[in-house]
Protein backbone atom coordinates (compact mmCIF):
# COMPACT_ATOMS: atom_id res chain seq x y z
CA UNK A 1 0.00 0.00 0.00
CA UNK A 2 2.80 2.41 0.92
CA UNK A 3 4.45 1.76 -2.57
CA UNK A 4 1.32 2.50 -4.51
CA UNK A 5 0.24 5.43 -2.57
CA UNK A 6 4.22 6.62 -3.11
CA UNK A 7 3.36 5.57 -6.96
CA UNK A 8 0.17 7.45 -7.19
CA UNK A 9 1.51 10.96 -5.62
CA UNK A 10 4.58 10.38 -8.34
CA UNK A 11 2.10 10.28 -11.01
CA UNK A 12 0.18 12.87 -9.68
CA UNK A 13 3.37 14.98 -9.39
CA UNK A 14 4.23 14.56 -13.05
CA UNK A 15 0.96 15.03 -14.22
CA UNK A 16 0.61 18.39 -12.75
CA UNK A 17 4.42 19.10 -14.35
CA UNK A 18 3.26 18.17 -17.72
CA UNK A 19 -0.04 20.43 -17.21
CA UNK A 20 2.45 23.28 -16.46
CA UNK A 21 5.40 22.88 -19.08
CA UNK A 22 2.52 22.74 -21.88
CA UNK A 23 3.44 24.15 -25.31
CA UNK A 24 1.08 27.03 -25.30
CA UNK A 25 2.38 27.69 -21.48
CA UNK A 26 5.75 27.89 -22.93
CA UNK A 27 5.12 29.82 -25.57
CA UNK A 28 2.87 32.56 -24.20
CA UNK A 29 5.67 33.07 -21.45
CA UNK A 30 8.10 33.75 -24.03
CA UNK A 31 5.66 36.56 -25.41
CA UNK A 32 4.88 38.27 -22.27
CA UNK A 33 8.73 38.24 -21.54
CA UNK A 34 9.35 40.14 -24.78
CA UNK A 35 7.71 42.55 -23.98
CA UNK A 36 9.82 43.55 -21.18
CA UNK A 37 12.86 43.09 -23.34
CA UNK A 38 11.16 45.30 -26.16
CA UNK A 39 10.64 47.89 -23.11
CA UNK A 40 14.56 47.72 -22.28
CA UNK A 41 16.04 48.06 -25.95
CA UNK A 42 13.71 50.90 -26.73
CA UNK A 43 15.32 52.35 -23.39
CA UNK A 44 18.83 52.95 -25.76
CA UNK A 45 17.44 52.23 -29.49
CA UNK A 46 20.66 52.99 -31.32
CA UNK A 47 22.59 49.90 -29.05
CA UNK A 48 22.41 46.64 -31.07
CA UNK A 49 20.22 44.14 -29.42
CA UNK A 50 22.03 40.54 -29.29
CA UNK A 51 20.51 36.98 -28.40
CA UNK A 52 22.32 34.25 -26.37
CA UNK A 53 22.14 31.11 -27.98
CA UNK A 54 20.49 29.23 -27.97
CA UNK A 55 17.60 30.21 -24.77
CA UNK A 56 17.89 34.31 -25.69
CA UNK A 57 16.76 33.94 -29.25
CA UNK A 58 13.24 33.41 -28.10
CA UNK A 59 12.62 36.56 -26.92
CA UNK A 60 12.52 38.86 -29.56
CA UNK A 61 11.82 39.32 -33.09
CA UNK A 62 14.34 41.85 -33.72
CA UNK A 63 17.87 40.57 -32.93
CA UNK A 64 20.94 42.07 -34.61
CA UNK A 65 23.03 39.80 -33.78
CA UNK A 66 23.83 36.69 -31.59
CA UNK A 67 26.24 35.26 -29.13
CA UNK A 68 27.02 31.98 -27.74
CA UNK A 69 27.85 32.39 -24.13
CA UNK A 70 27.90 29.31 -21.94
CA UNK A 71 26.46 29.17 -18.38
CA UNK A 72 28.74 26.17 -17.35
CA UNK A 73 31.40 28.85 -18.25
CA UNK A 74 30.83 30.64 -15.04
CA UNK A 75 29.63 28.00 -12.43
CA UNK A 76 31.01 28.17 -9.20
CA UNK A 77 34.78 26.47 -8.92
CA UNK A 78 34.65 25.96 -12.74
CA UNK A 79 35.28 29.48 -14.16
CA UNK A 80 36.49 29.37 -17.66
CA UNK A 81 37.48 31.49 -20.57
CA UNK A 82 36.73 29.64 -23.69
CA UNK A 83 38.88 30.92 -26.86
CA UNK A 84 36.37 28.17 -28.97
CA UNK A 85 33.85 30.53 -28.07
CA UNK A 86 35.67 33.89 -28.01
CA UNK A 87 32.91 36.16 -29.26
CA UNK A 88 34.94 38.57 -31.20
CA UNK A 89 32.58 39.58 -33.24
CA UNK A 90 30.40 40.68 -30.19
CA UNK A 91 33.43 43.23 -28.61
CA UNK A 92 33.63 44.49 -31.98
CA UNK A 93 29.98 45.15 -32.50
CA UNK A 94 29.97 46.89 -28.79
CA UNK A 95 32.89 49.03 -29.97
CA UNK A 96 31.68 49.85 -33.23
CA UNK A 97 27.63 50.95 -31.90
CA UNK A 98 29.07 52.17 -28.39
CA UNK A 99 27.65 48.81 -26.53
CA UNK A 100 24.60 46.13 -27.12
CA UNK A 101 22.03 44.73 -25.21
CA UNK A 102 22.72 40.83 -24.72
CA UNK A 103 19.66 38.73 -23.62
CA UNK A 104 19.11 35.37 -21.90
CA UNK A 105 16.92 33.84 -19.15
CA UNK A 106 17.05 31.32 -16.54
CA UNK A 107 15.02 28.70 -15.54
CA UNK A 108 16.20 28.32 -12.36
CA UNK A 109 15.10 30.59 -9.13
CA UNK A 110 17.81 32.91 -10.05
CA UNK A 111 17.57 36.24 -11.39
CA UNK A 112 19.95 35.78 -13.94
CA UNK A 113 22.38 32.93 -15.49
CA UNK A 114 25.78 32.18 -14.87
CA UNK A 115 26.49 33.02 -18.29
CA UNK A 116 25.69 36.79 -17.22
CA UNK A 117 26.60 36.37 -13.84
CA UNK A 118 29.97 34.88 -14.73
CA UNK A 119 31.04 34.13 -17.82
CA UNK A 120 30.24 37.48 -19.67
CA UNK A 121 31.78 39.69 -16.62
CA UNK A 122 35.10 37.14 -17.16
CA UNK A 123 35.41 37.87 -20.80
CA UNK A 124 35.16 41.76 -20.85
CA UNK A 125 37.72 41.78 -18.21
CA UNK A 126 40.14 39.96 -20.09
CA UNK A 127 39.08 41.56 -23.43
CA UNK A 128 39.70 44.74 -21.65
CA UNK A 129 43.04 43.18 -19.87
CA UNK A 130 44.78 42.05 -23.50
CA UNK A 131 43.49 45.60 -24.89
CA UNK A 132 45.31 47.25 -21.98
CA UNK A 133 48.36 45.57 -22.72
CA UNK A 134 48.29 45.88 -26.36
CA UNK A 135 47.93 49.52 -25.98
CA UNK A 136 50.65 49.90 -23.58
CA UNK A 137 53.06 47.68 -25.76
CA UNK A 138 51.92 50.10 -28.49
CA UNK A 139 53.49 53.29 -26.69
CA UNK A 140 56.27 51.64 -25.58
CA UNK A 141 57.13 50.50 -29.12
CA UNK A 142 56.40 54.19 -30.31
CA UNK A 143 58.26 56.32 -27.88
CA UNK A 144 60.06 58.28 -29.90
CA UNK A 145 57.44 58.57 -32.39
CA UNK A 146 54.12 60.70 -31.37
CA UNK A 147 51.91 59.85 -34.03
CA UNK A 148 50.38 56.87 -32.39
CA UNK A 149 49.68 58.98 -28.75
CA UNK A 150 48.20 61.44 -31.05
CA UNK A 151 46.20 59.28 -32.35
CA UNK A 152 45.33 57.36 -29.32
CA UNK A 153 44.61 60.70 -27.25
CA UNK A 154 41.91 61.48 -30.50
CA UNK A 155 40.22 58.56 -30.02
CA UNK A 156 39.85 59.48 -26.14
CA UNK A 157 41.74 56.15 -25.24
CA UNK A 158 44.54 55.95 -22.30
CA UNK A 159 45.75 53.01 -21.28
CA UNK A 160 46.46 54.55 -17.61
CA UNK A 161 42.78 55.41 -17.21
CA UNK A 162 41.83 51.62 -18.79
CA UNK A 163 39.67 49.80 -16.73
CA UNK A 164 40.97 46.08 -16.20
CA UNK A 165 38.62 45.11 -13.13
CA UNK A 166 36.82 42.77 -12.74
CA UNK A 167 32.98 43.88 -12.37
CA UNK A 168 30.92 41.11 -10.90
CA UNK A 169 27.09 41.41 -9.67
CA UNK A 170 27.02 42.14 -5.80
CA UNK A 171 25.18 38.27 -5.41
CA UNK A 172 28.74 36.94 -6.10
CA UNK A 173 30.75 36.50 -2.70
CA UNK A 174 33.74 38.41 -2.41
CA UNK A 175 35.63 34.80 -2.09
CA UNK A 176 34.61 33.78 -5.49
CA UNK A 177 35.56 37.13 -7.09
CA UNK A 178 39.37 36.47 -5.44
CA UNK A 179 39.47 33.09 -6.99
CA UNK A 180 38.75 34.07 -10.36
CA UNK A 181 40.51 36.97 -10.26
CA UNK A 182 43.68 34.47 -9.50
CA UNK A 183 43.09 33.28 -13.05
CA UNK A 184 42.62 36.05 -14.90
CA UNK A 185 46.51 36.60 -15.99
CA UNK A 186 46.47 33.02 -17.28
CA UNK A 187 43.16 33.70 -19.24
CA UNK A 188 44.60 37.05 -20.73
CA UNK A 189 47.46 35.04 -22.28
CA UNK A 190 45.67 32.37 -23.47
CA UNK A 191 43.80 35.41 -25.72
CA UNK A 192 46.66 36.33 -26.98
CA UNK A 193 47.98 32.98 -27.67
CA UNK A 194 45.23 32.77 -29.23
CA UNK A 195 45.68 34.93 -32.73
CA UNK A 196 42.66 37.09 -31.83
CA UNK A 197 42.87 40.73 -33.63
CA UNK A 198 43.75 42.40 -30.64
CA UNK A 199 44.72 45.57 -32.76
CA UNK A 200 41.32 45.57 -34.78
CA UNK A 201 39.64 45.60 -31.01
CA UNK A 202 41.60 48.75 -29.83
CA UNK A 203 41.37 50.40 -32.73
CA UNK A 204 37.67 50.21 -32.44
CA UNK A 205 37.13 49.92 -28.83
CA UNK A 206 37.26 53.96 -27.44
CA UNK A 207 36.20 52.69 -24.21
CA UNK A 208 36.84 49.64 -21.92
CA UNK A 209 33.89 46.71 -22.00
CA UNK A 210 31.68 46.99 -18.79
CA UNK A 211 28.61 44.74 -17.67
CA UNK A 212 25.56 45.92 -16.75
CA UNK A 213 22.50 44.12 -15.14
CA UNK A 214 18.67 44.36 -15.74
CA UNK A 215 16.16 41.88 -14.72
CA UNK A 216 12.15 42.34 -14.23
CA UNK A 217 12.84 43.66 -10.72
CA UNK A 218 15.37 46.25 -11.56
CA UNK A 219 13.67 49.76 -10.96
CA UNK A 220 14.58 52.37 -14.03
CA UNK A 221 13.46 55.74 -13.50
CA UNK A 222 12.62 56.49 -17.51
CA UNK A 223 13.38 60.44 -17.07
CA UNK A 224 16.78 59.11 -15.84
CA UNK A 225 18.08 56.96 -18.12
CA UNK A 226 21.50 58.40 -18.80
CA UNK A 227 22.47 57.89 -22.76
CA UNK A 228 25.35 54.89 -23.69
CA UNK A 229 27.77 57.18 -24.77
CA UNK A 230 27.65 59.02 -21.43
CA UNK A 231 29.22 56.32 -19.36
CA UNK A 232 33.27 56.43 -18.96
CA UNK A 233 33.07 52.35 -20.30
CA UNK A 234 31.60 50.61 -23.21
CA UNK A 235 28.16 49.20 -21.94
CA UNK A 236 27.09 45.28 -22.07
CA UNK A 237 23.66 45.36 -21.25
CA UNK A 238 22.74 42.04 -19.79
CA UNK A 239 18.95 41.67 -19.75
CA UNK A 240 17.65 38.48 -18.05
CA UNK A 241 14.20 37.81 -19.63
CA UNK A 242 12.24 36.26 -17.62
CA UNK A 243 10.46 36.90 -13.87
CA UNK A 244 12.62 34.96 -11.25
CA UNK A 245 9.87 33.70 -9.18
CA UNK A 246 10.09 30.02 -8.16
CA UNK A 247 6.68 29.52 -7.79
CA UNK A 248 4.56 28.57 -10.51
CA UNK A 249 2.76 31.59 -11.52
CA UNK A 250 -1.27 31.37 -12.81
CA UNK A 251 -2.26 33.83 -15.19
CA UNK A 252 -5.59 34.64 -16.85
CA UNK A 253 -6.84 37.02 -19.31
CA UNK A 254 -9.85 37.59 -20.67
CA UNK A 255 -10.09 34.51 -23.27
CA UNK A 256 -7.68 32.08 -21.61
CA UNK A 257 -5.63 31.11 -18.05
CA UNK A 258 -2.18 29.35 -18.07
CA UNK A 259 1.31 28.72 -16.41
CA UNK A 260 3.75 31.28 -16.64
CA UNK A 261 6.92 29.49 -16.88
CA UNK A 262 10.53 31.60 -16.27
CA UNK A 263 12.72 30.93 -18.96
CA UNK A 264 10.56 28.89 -21.14
CA UNK A 265 13.04 29.23 -23.80
CA UNK A 266 15.68 26.77 -22.53
CA UNK A 267 16.13 23.54 -23.76
CA UNK A 268 13.78 24.14 -26.82
CA UNK A 269 14.46 20.18 -28.15
CA UNK A 270 11.73 19.03 -24.99
CA UNK A 271 9.10 20.87 -25.81
CA UNK A 272 8.90 22.90 -29.24
CA UNK A 273 7.58 20.67 -31.56
CA UNK A 274 10.31 21.86 -34.35
CA UNK A 275 9.15 25.34 -34.06
CA UNK A 276 11.92 27.73 -34.10
CA UNK A 277 12.16 31.20 -32.99
CA UNK A 278 12.10 32.61 -36.31
CA UNK A 279 8.62 30.34 -37.19
CA UNK A 280 7.56 31.53 -34.05
CA UNK A 281 7.66 35.13 -34.38
CA UNK A 282 6.45 34.95 -37.94
CA UNK A 283 3.17 33.34 -36.59
CA UNK A 284 3.54 34.84 -33.06
CA UNK A 285 -0.02 36.27 -33.06
CA UNK A 286 -2.14 33.85 -34.01
CA UNK A 287 -0.38 30.93 -32.08
CA UNK A 288 -0.67 33.44 -28.83
CA UNK A 289 -4.15 33.66 -30.03
CA UNK A 290 -5.13 30.26 -30.90
CA UNK A 291 -5.38 29.52 -27.19
CA UNK A 292 -4.22 26.27 -25.55
CA UNK A 293 -6.52 23.58 -26.85
CA UNK A 294 -5.72 24.64 -30.42
CA UNK A 295 -1.57 25.51 -30.29
CA UNK A 296 -0.36 22.19 -30.57
CA UNK A 297 -2.21 21.74 -33.79
CA UNK A 298 -1.23 25.18 -35.36
CA UNK A 299 2.79 24.37 -34.51
CA UNK A 300 2.16 21.23 -36.24
CA UNK A 301 0.68 23.11 -39.02
CA UNK A 302 3.46 25.25 -39.12
CA UNK A 303 6.30 23.36 -38.89
CA UNK A 304 5.32 21.00 -41.79
CA UNK A 305 4.21 24.14 -44.12
CA UNK A 306 8.14 24.94 -43.09
CA UNK A 307 9.65 21.86 -43.96
CA UNK A 308 7.88 20.99 -47.14
CA UNK A 309 8.89 24.63 -48.26
CA UNK A 310 12.51 23.97 -47.30
CA UNK A 311 12.43 19.99 -48.82
CA UNK A 312 11.21 21.77 -52.31
CA UNK A 313 14.06 24.28 -52.33
CA UNK A 314 16.89 21.75 -51.11
CA UNK A 315 17.04 23.41 -47.65
CA UNK A 316 17.54 21.30 -44.89
CA UNK A 317 14.96 21.36 -41.63
CA UNK A 318 14.86 19.86 -38.46
CA UNK A 319 13.13 16.94 -37.83
CA UNK A 320 10.88 15.47 -35.36
CA UNK A 321 11.70 11.88 -34.53
CA UNK A 322 8.16 9.93 -33.41
CA UNK A 323 7.98 6.29 -32.40
CA UNK A 324 5.62 4.36 -34.67
CA UNK A 325 4.61 0.52 -34.65
CA UNK A 326 6.08 -0.90 -37.83
CA UNK A 327 3.12 -2.41 -39.17
CA UNK A 328 -0.29 -1.25 -39.19
CA UNK A 329 0.86 1.99 -39.80
CA UNK A 330 -2.52 3.70 -41.16
CA UNK A 331 -5.71 1.46 -41.99
CA UNK A 332 -4.92 2.63 -46.00
CA UNK A 333 -1.58 0.59 -45.62
CA UNK A 334 -1.36 -3.43 -45.81
CA UNK A 335 -0.13 -4.73 -42.58
CA UNK A 336 3.82 -6.23 -43.07
CA UNK A 337 5.22 -9.61 -42.80
CA UNK A 338 6.21 -9.30 -39.04
CA UNK A 339 8.74 -11.82 -40.32
CA UNK A 340 10.20 -8.88 -42.89
CA UNK A 341 9.88 -6.78 -39.71
CA UNK A 342 12.39 -8.43 -37.70
CA UNK A 343 14.69 -9.01 -40.39
CA UNK A 344 15.28 -5.43 -41.68
CA UNK A 345 18.09 -4.42 -39.23
CA UNK A 346 20.22 -7.33 -40.92
CA UNK A 347 18.99 -5.85 -44.37
CA UNK A 348 21.96 -4.97 -47.15
CA UNK A 349 21.70 -2.27 -49.71
CA UNK A 350 23.98 -4.15 -52.68
CA UNK A 351 25.29 -2.41 -56.08
CA UNK A 352 24.03 -4.49 -59.15
CA UNK A 353 27.04 -5.90 -61.10
CA UNK A 354 24.26 -5.69 -64.31
CA UNK A 355 23.17 -2.71 -63.67
CA UNK A 356 25.28 0.12 -62.92
CA UNK A 357 23.70 2.85 -60.80
CA UNK A 358 20.85 0.13 -59.34
CA UNK A 359 20.65 -1.04 -55.95
CA UNK A 360 19.07 -3.71 -54.85
CA UNK A 361 17.33 -4.18 -50.88
CA UNK A 362 19.03 -7.02 -49.87
CA UNK A 363 16.77 -10.26 -51.17
CA UNK A 364 13.88 -8.62 -52.32
CA UNK A 365 13.35 -7.32 -55.86
CA UNK A 366 12.47 -4.24 -55.03
CA UNK A 367 15.86 -2.00 -56.38
CA UNK A 368 16.31 1.85 -56.30
CA UNK A 369 18.07 3.71 -58.78
CA UNK A 370 17.88 7.59 -60.19
CA UNK A 371 15.71 8.62 -62.75
CA UNK A 372 18.62 8.64 -65.79
CA UNK A 373 19.01 5.15 -65.30
CA UNK A 374 15.56 3.68 -65.35
CA UNK A 375 14.97 5.42 -68.71
CA UNK A 376 18.03 2.31 -69.77
CA UNK A 377 16.83 0.10 -67.23
CA UNK A 378 16.55 -3.60 -68.62
CA UNK A 379 14.99 -6.72 -66.46
CA UNK A 380 12.52 -4.74 -64.81
CA UNK A 381 8.87 -4.52 -64.35
CA UNK A 382 7.70 -2.26 -62.89
CA UNK A 383 8.82 1.95 -62.45
CA UNK A 384 8.07 4.03 -60.20
CA UNK A 385 9.47 7.31 -60.71
CA UNK A 386 9.45 9.34 -57.97
CA UNK A 387 11.20 12.29 -59.22
CA UNK A 388 10.17 15.55 -60.35
CA UNK A 389 10.66 15.03 -64.03
CA UNK A 390 8.88 12.40 -65.66
CA UNK A 391 11.07 9.90 -68.19
CA UNK A 392 10.21 8.19 -71.27
CA UNK A 393 10.76 3.65 -70.47
CA UNK A 394 10.47 0.55 -72.41
CA UNK A 395 7.91 -1.28 -70.55
CA UNK A 396 6.06 -4.55 -71.62
CA UNK A 397 2.93 -3.28 -70.14
CA UNK A 398 1.89 0.72 -69.95
CA UNK A 399 0.62 0.60 -66.22
CA UNK A 400 3.84 -1.03 -65.25
CA UNK A 401 5.13 2.93 -65.18
CA UNK A 402 3.56 5.47 -62.72
CA UNK A 403 5.34 8.91 -62.24
CA UNK A 404 4.41 10.11 -58.80
CA UNK A 405 6.63 12.76 -57.81
CA UNK A 406 6.84 12.91 -54.11
CA UNK A 407 8.89 15.61 -51.40
CA UNK A 408 11.15 13.82 -49.30
CA UNK A 409 10.98 15.54 -45.95
CA UNK A 410 13.08 13.56 -43.47
CA UNK A 411 17.12 13.58 -43.19
CA UNK A 412 17.20 9.77 -43.23
CA UNK A 413 20.14 7.78 -44.78
CA UNK A 414 20.97 4.04 -45.29
CA UNK A 415 18.99 1.61 -43.59
CA UNK A 416 17.04 4.06 -41.85
CA UNK A 417 15.75 5.44 -45.07
CA UNK A 418 15.16 2.62 -46.30
CA UNK A 419 12.71 1.39 -42.83
CA UNK A 420 11.03 4.70 -43.99
CA UNK A 421 10.52 3.86 -47.19
CA UNK A 422 9.43 0.02 -47.22
CA UNK A 423 6.97 0.80 -44.59
CA UNK A 424 5.77 3.62 -45.09
CA UNK A 425 5.99 5.03 -49.33
CA UNK A 426 5.90 1.31 -50.88
CA UNK A 427 2.95 -0.35 -49.73
CA UNK A 428 0.87 2.13 -50.25
CA UNK A 429 1.95 2.89 -53.64
CA UNK A 430 2.24 -0.85 -54.65
CA UNK A 431 -1.09 -1.44 -53.80
CA UNK A 432 -2.18 1.37 -55.87
CA UNK A 433 -0.76 0.35 -59.49
CA UNK A 434 0.93 -3.40 -58.72
CA UNK A 435 -2.31 -5.30 -58.09
CA UNK A 436 -2.16 -7.23 -61.49
CA UNK A 437 1.79 -7.96 -61.49
CA UNK A 438 2.24 -11.49 -60.50
CA UNK A 439 4.51 -12.23 -57.33
CA UNK A 440 8.28 -11.79 -57.87
CA UNK A 441 8.46 -9.18 -60.08
CA UNK A 442 11.10 -6.73 -59.86
CA UNK A 443 10.47 -2.95 -58.98
CA UNK A 444 12.71 -0.08 -60.19
CA UNK A 445 12.16 3.02 -57.74
Not at 216 to 245: C, G, M, R, Y
Not at 280 to 293: E, K, Q, T, V
Request: one cysteine or more; a negative charge.
Amino acid sequence: MENEAKLSIYRATRAIKRKDNTLYNALRSIYEDSIFVGEISQLWPQVPLVANLRCGLWYSPNFQSTCYFKSTDGHTNNWSFNTSRLNFHIALLAGQKGGCIIVDSTRRGKRFPDSMSKTIPIWTCVLNRSVFNYLNKSRNESNDDGSLLERDSDAGQNSVDWDCSLHLPLWVSGTEKAAIEDRLEGWTKDLNASGADIAALASCLKKPLRPLWISQKTVIWINEVPDHDSWDFTPIILVSASSSTGVTQHRTTSEFSWNYIPGAGDDEESWARGLSPNLFWNHAYDLISSGPDLCNQKVADIVEKDRVYRAQRGQNTPQITAKTTISGTSPNLPCLDPLLCSDISNLNISSSDGECGIFWLGSTNVALGSSQVAENASNVDCILNCDQRSISVCLSEAEAYLHLPIVVCMQVKGKHEFVYYHFCIFPAYFCFFCPEFKIGSVFLV
